[in-house]
């Protein structure tokens, strides 16, 4: 199955089990391994990792799966991870390079439903969600 299937799949089945918890994350962390990442309005615990996982029990038969919390260096994966966290510094990899760069890091200074604007040491620059390959909010300093 396709990982993107496989995202929307688990997505659609904790929707209907754990309504609260959003799946920010589903990468393959290997060839039968699946790194999840979970968030909660509540934040992450042990027991909702297991919760998570429990739910998924007939993924186990053809991967190993890893839940987590997101952590301080958050996926920001929607328009509406990155309107949130507008001021926070967050680091932009690119699907193919941009003026020879394949990421942007700077500070979130806008999101609309079509694109992040980043404040960049090199400048403003806006970046269409459809251009994103990945991207994460930064550790303060």
């Not at 987590?68 to 926070?88: A, C, I, M, N, V």
């Not at 967050?90 to 999101?111: D, I, K, N």
């Given at each position: 199955?396709?990982?993107?299937?496989?995202?929307?799949?688990?997505?659609?089945?904790?929707?209907?089990?754990?309504?609260?918890?959003?799946?920010?994350?589903?990468?393959?962390?290997?060839?039968?391994?699946?790194?999840?990442?979970?968030?909660?309005?509540?934040?992450?615990?042990?027991?909702?990792?297991?919760?998570?996982?429990?739910?998924?029990?007939?993924?186990?038969?053809?991967?190993?799966?890893?839940?987590?919390?997101?952590?301080?260096?958050?996926?920001?994966?929607?328009?509406?991870?990155?309107?949130?966290?507008?001021?926070r510094?967050a680091?932009?990899?690119?699907?193919?390079?941009r003026?020879?760069?394949?990421?942007?890091?700077?500070?979130?200074?806008?999101a609309?439903?079509?694109?992040?604007?980043?404040?960049?040491?090199?400048?403003?620059?806006?970046?269409?969600?459809?251009?994103?390959?990945?991207?994460?909010?930064?550790?303060?300093?």
């Amino acid at each position: 199955m396709a990982l993107e299937e496989l995202h929307n799949e688990i997505e659609q089945r904790l929707a209907t089990a754990e309504p609260e918890v959003e799946l920010l994350e589903c990468e393959r962390a290997g060839p039968e391994r699946l790194r999840l990442v979970i968030d909660h309005p509540d934040g992450v615990s042990l027991a909702l990792c297991e919760r998570v996982t429990g739910h998924l029990r007939d993924l186990l038969v053809d991967y190993a799966l890893e839940v987590s919390s997101p952590g301080p260096e958050r996926p920001l994966t929607k328009p509406d991870h990155f309107k949130q966290y507008l001021g926070r510094r967050a680091r932009v990899r690119l699907r193919t390079p941009r003026e020879g760069h394949r990421s942007v890091t700077g500070e979130l200074v806008g999101a609309s439903d079509a694109e992040v604007t980043v404040a960049a040491d090199e400048g403003v620059v806006s970046i269409p969600y459809s251009e994103i390959n990945k991207s994460n909010l930064l550790e303060a300093r």
